[in-house]
C-alpha cells in the first residue's frame, strides 16, 4: 500500500479511537491492565472473542497515554502485507514521535508480524495486542517473543459487571445482610442475564438473536474459514452450533466424526480446537490424581455466552439447566480458577476448583432441586467425592434456593445463582 493510504486510515481510525475512550463503560480487568501498561517492559497481549470488547478495554487503559492505534481488521487494509508495517511504522513516527504506546488490534491477520513486533519490541517500544485467536498469538509470540509477552483474556460481560452496565450498583459486601427488595432486584436482573447472556452489544440494547447469529456466522467465516481455509464451511458450522446448543454435555471427536460423517478424526479434532481457538467453545477435563488420567479423560464442552445457547437453539425446549451450568463454569473460568469435573463410580460433580495443587471447591449446579430424589443423589455425589478428595467448599448452585445444610457429616451451602456470580 503507498504510504498515504496507509496514513489516512489511521488519521481515521484514531478519531475513532478517541471518541470510544470517552463513552467506554467500565471493565474488571481494566485496572489490571492500566498497571501492566505502566509497570512492565513486556509486550501486553488482551485475548478473547469476537465482540467481546478487548479493543474497548484496550482504549480505555490507554486514556491518559500518548497512544498510536491501528485495528488490521479493516477493509481497507485487505491488500496490507508484511512490507507495509515498515511504512506503518514510519506514518507513526511522523505522526507523533513522543508516543508511548502502540496499540495494534487483529495483527495477526498480517504475514510476518511477529517478527515486526518483536523488532519493536527490542528497540523499546511499549506495546499493546490484542485479538481473537488465542492460539495463534500464543503460539507465534512464544516461537519470536520466547517469555517477553504477558496475556489477558477478555471474556462477554460477568453478572457483576452486567448490574454495572444497567446502573445498579454493588459491593460484595451487601451479601451478609441483603433486603427481601434488593433480593428481588438482584434475582430479576440475573433472569434478564440467563436470557441475554453476556456480550456488550446485547446488554447495551442490540436484540440478542438477530446480533448473536450474525456473530456466529462472522466468528466462522473471519476467524476459522478464511485465516486457515477451510473448505467444508457448512460442516465447520454445524459442528459450532451442535457443540454450542449442546453446551455441558459429554461429546468426543469420535461422536462427531460419526454425526457429521467426517472421513478423518484428524480433521474432526482439528475443527474442535479451531472452535476454541476463537474461543466459541470451552472444554474441561476430569479430576484425577494422576496427571495421565486427567489427560485422557473424557471431555466436557461449553458454549462461550448463554445468550448465544438460545439464539441458535433448534430444539423444542430450553435445557435451562445445562444453561445454568454454563454460566457457572463461565464464572469460574473468568475468575482465573483451574476447573475439572468428577465422575467417579456412578457419582458426578459438576465442578471441582483447584487451589495448591489439590481440590478446594465442589459444586454441583441444579436449576430445580425441589424433588426428593435429585436432592439426594446430588447430595451424595458431593458428601462422597468431598470426603474422598478432603474438600471442604461444598454448593450446590439453583435457580433461587438458599439454604444450609449439614448431610452425613459435610456443610454444604446451597444457593441461588445469582448469589453465586457476585461471589468473589
Do not use: M
Given at each position: 500500500m503507498e504510504k498515504d493510504e496507509i496514513r489516512q486510515i489511521v488519521i481515521d481510525q484514531q478519531h475513532e479511537f478517541t471518541q470510544t475512550q470517552q463513552k467506554a463503560l467500565a471493565r474488571?480487568?481494566?485496572p489490571a491492565l492500566?498497571?501492566?501498561?505502566?509497570?512492565?517492559?513486556?509486550?501486553?497481549v488482551v485475548l478473547g472473542i469476537r465482540r467481546s470488547g478487548k479493543?474497548?478495554?484496550?482504549?480505555?487503559?490507554?486514556?491518559?497515554?500518548?497512544?498510536?492505534?491501528?485495528?488490521?481488521?479493516?477493509?481497507?487494509?485487505?491488500?496490507?502485507?508484511?512490507?507495509?508495517?515498515?511504512?506503518?511504522?514510519?506514518?507513526?513516527k511522523e505522526m507523533d514521535p513522543e508516543a508511548n504506546v502502540y496499540f495494534f488490534d487483529e495483527i495477526q491477520n498480517i504475514a510476518s508480524w511477529e517478527l515486526f513486533v518483536n523488532r519493536l519490541h527490542r528497540t523499546g517500544h511499549n506495546l499493546l495486542i490484542s485479538g481473537s485467536n488465542?492460539?495463534?498469538?500464543?503460539?507465534?509470540?512464544?516461537?519470536?517473543?520466547?517469555?517477553?509477552?504477558?496475556?489477558?483474556?477478555?471474556f462477554p460481560l460477568s453478572f457483576s459487571e452486567f448490574l454495572a452496565w444497567r446502573g445498579i450498583k454493588f459491593a460484595p459486601g451487601e451479601l451478609q445482610g441483603l433486603t427481601s427488595s434488593r433480593r428481588a432486584?438482584?434475582?430479576?436482573?440475573?433472569?434478564?442475564?440467563?436470557q441475554r447472556g453476556g456480550f456488550p452489544e446485547v446488554v447495551l440494547g442490540e436484540q440478542p438473536n438477530i446480533y448473536l447469529r450474525e456473530l456466529f456466522d462472522k466468528i466462522i467465516s473471519r476467524d476459522i474459514v478464511q485465516r486457515h481455509k477451510i473448505r467444508d464451511v457448512r460442516v465447520i458450522k454445524e459442528i459450532a452450533s451442535y457443540l454450542i446448543q449442546n453446551s455441558s454435555q459429554f461429546i468426543s471427536c469420535q461422536n462427531i466424526k460419526t454425526t457429521f460423517r467426517l472421513k478423518s478424526i484428524v480433521t474432526t479434532r482439528k475443527y474442535v480446537q479451531l472452535l476454541q481457538d476463537v474461543f466459541l467453545i470451552h472444554q474441561i477435563k476430569g479430576y484425577s490424581f494422576k496427571?495421565?488420567?486427567?489427560?485422557?479423560?473424557?471431555?466436557?464442552t461449553y458454549s462461550c455466552d448463554v445468550g448465544l445457547i438460545?439464539?441458535?437453539?433448534?430444539?423444542?425446549?430450553?435445557?435451562?439447566?445445562?444453561?445454568?451450568?454454563?454460566?457457572?463454569?463461565?464464572?469460574?473460568?473468568?475468575?482465573?480458577?483451574?476447573?475439572?469435573?468428577?465422575?467417579?463410580?456412578?457419582?458426578?460433580?459438576?465442578?471441582?476448583?483447584?487451589?495448591?495443587?489439590?481440590?478446594?471447591?465442589l459444586i454441583q449446579v441444579c436449576y430445580d432441586l425441589s424433588s426428593p430424589k435429585t436432592k439426594e443423589r446430588e447430595l451424595r455425589?458431593?458428601?462422597?467425592?468431598?470426603?474422598?478428595?478432603?474438600?471442604?467448599?461444598?454448593?450446590?448452585?439453583?435457580?433461587?434456593?438458599?439454604?444450609?445444610?449439614?448431610?452425613?457429616?459435610?456443610?454444604i451451602q446451597i444457593v441461588p445463582a445469582w448469589e453465586f456470580l457476585l461471589r468473589t
Open positions: 474488571e480487568q481494566l492500566k498497571d501492566l501498561l505502566t509497570s512492565s517492559r513486556l509486550v501486553k479493543s474497548t478495554l484496550c482504549t480505555q487503559a490507554l486514556r491518559d497515554k500518548k497512544a498510536l492505534y491501528l485495528n488490521f481488521d479493516d477493509e481497507r487494509l485487505a491488500g496490507f502485507d508484511s512490507e507495509d508495517l515498515q511504512r506503518l511504522l514510519e506514518v507513526f488465542g492460539k495463534l498469538l500464543s503460539k507465534e509470540l512464544a516461537t519470536h517473543l520466547t517469555g517477553r509477552e504477558v496475556s489477558l483474556t477478555l432486584q438482584l434475582s430479576g436482573s440475573f433472569e434478564d442475564y440467563f496427571l495421565k488420567e486427567r489427560s485422557t479423560s473424557r471431555r466436557k438460545r439464539a441458535l437453539w433448534t430444539k423444542p425446549t430450553l435445557d435451562l439447566g445445562a444453561q445454568l451450568e454454563t454460566l457457572v463454569l463461565l464464572h469460574l473460568i473468568k475468575q482465573g480458577q483451574e476447573v475439572y469435573y468428577l465422575f467417579e463410580d456412578a457419582r458426578e460433580v459438576d465442578f471441582c476448583t483447584i487451589e495448591d495443587g489439590k481440590p478446594s471447591q455425589a458431593l458428601v462422597d467425592l468431598g470426603k474422598k478428595y478432603e474438600a471442604e467448599d461444598l454448593f450446590i448452585v439453583t435457580r433461587d434456593l438458599t439454604e444450609n445444610i449439614v448431610h452425613d457429616g459435610k456443610r
